[in-house]
C-alpha cells in the first residue's frame, strides 16, 4: 500500500520515491503531479511519469503519495549572522543612522557583542538557524565571532553551511591580531568539520580592515583556493572612511588589495555609485542584498543596484535589523521592490528564486539548490492549502513567493534525511536549548540596557 506523505511517520530510509507531487526544479520548468526518486543522500530521479517496474507489489523501494505537496530545491540563504538572534526586537525600534559618519552598527551593535562568549555564540545560534529551517533555508552562509559555536550548532542541527571568522583589525567588536589570524589560518587547514560545512574568508568591512590585512586575507583566499564572503559599502559612513584612510571607494579599496574577483561575495553595496558597480560587474564578483535589513539601514540605490545585471543573491541578514532568519520575506521585498522600475532583472518570479537557489549554489559551488538528477537532496516540502490560489504552471513559482510561502514549509530534508518534519525540527529538542538561551538573553538585554537589572 502507498502511503500519504501527510499522514505517514517520518521517512528514515536512504532510498525512497514521492508520487503525484508537484515539482519545482528551478532549473527547469515544474512537472505537475510528478515523481522524486531518493537514494543516498542525492536525487536518483524525477520526472511526470515513474517506471512501472515500481509500482508491482511488494515494493522494493519504499514509495509515498505527496498529492498534498509541492516540491522545492531547500533554499540558501547567503548572508547571516545567526548568534545576533539574541537582538530581536531590540534594534528594531532603533531609529537609523542621522549622521553621515555613523550608524546604528557602531552606535549599537558593536558595544552590545562585546560581551559576547563562544558558549553565547553556540546558543544563540539555534535560534535563528531553527527559524531558517523552519521556512525552508537548509544552507546559512554565516559571518561572525567565535565562529566555532556557529559551526557546532550548525552539526547538531544537520545543516549546511559556508563560515568564516570575522576579521577586522581596525574596528568592530573583537579585533583579530595576528596571532588569531595564525590560529584561524592553521583551524582552516585542519578542518575538523564535516562536510556539510565549509569555511569562507570573512574581512568584516574597508573601513574595519586595513590594506595590509586584507592583501594577506587574499594571498591566503589564492593560496587555498577560497571565496570571501565581505561587507562592502554597507553605510556612507564606512564609504566616508575609507575614502579618508585610503582615498578610495570601498570598492577601489578592494580592488587594490587584489580581492575583487569572481570568488567574492559583496554584501550590501548600500553607498556603490555606477563606477562601483562597473567595476564589480566586470570582476564577475557577486552581490549579496539583504533587502529588509538594508531598508533599517539606509536607502539603498535599488535602481542601480536591481539593474545591473550582475550576479546577486539574498540573505536576511543579523536579527538586529530584519528580526527573522525567514527568506520567504526577501524573496517577496524583492519582488516588490522591482515592481518600482521596469528595467529591474527581477520582475520575473523565476530569476528572484534564483537568488536563494542556482546562483548561489553555484557562488558556493554547492551541488544543491536545483532538483536535478546527481544533485544534493536538499529538499522543502510545501503543503498546499485552500487559503492559498491555485497553482498552475504559468503561475506556481509566483505562488511560492505571495501566496503560498513559509507558513506551509512542513518538511525539510538535507541529503535525503529529514531534519523537519510536520514542522518540527528532528535533530534536537528545542526545549532542551530553551532556558539556556533565555538566561544568555536576559544577561545580553541587561548589558545594552534593554532590560533592568534585578
Ligand atoms: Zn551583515
Redesign the pocket.
Known sequence: MIQRLDQTNKIDKSEYIILNIDIIPISSDPIFSGFIHIKDGLIYDFGKNLDQSFLSEPYKIPIYDGSSYKLIPSFINS???SAMSFFRGLGCFLTPNTSKNSSMIENFLFPAEKSLTKEDVEIFSYSYLIDGIKTGTSCFCD?YYFIEGVANTMETLGVKGVIGETLCDLGGSFITTQDDWTKIKDSIRNWKYSSRIEPILSPHASDTVSSSFLKQIVDFSRSENLGIHM?LS?TQGERQRTLKKDSLSPVEFLAKCGGLNSKTLL??MLSADKNDLAMVKDSEATICL?PS?EMIYESAPTELLLDSGINTVL?T??AASQDSANIFNELKTLSLLSKRYPSSDYLDASCVLKTVTTVPANFFNLNCGSIEVGKSADLTYIKKDISTTLDFEKNIESNLIFSSNDRFVEHLSIEGRFILWNKQITTISEKSVMDEYQSRFKRIAKHCGFMEIK
Open positions: 548572508h547571516t549572522h559571518h561587507h554597507q554584501v550590501h539583504c535589513s540573505g541578514d543579523c
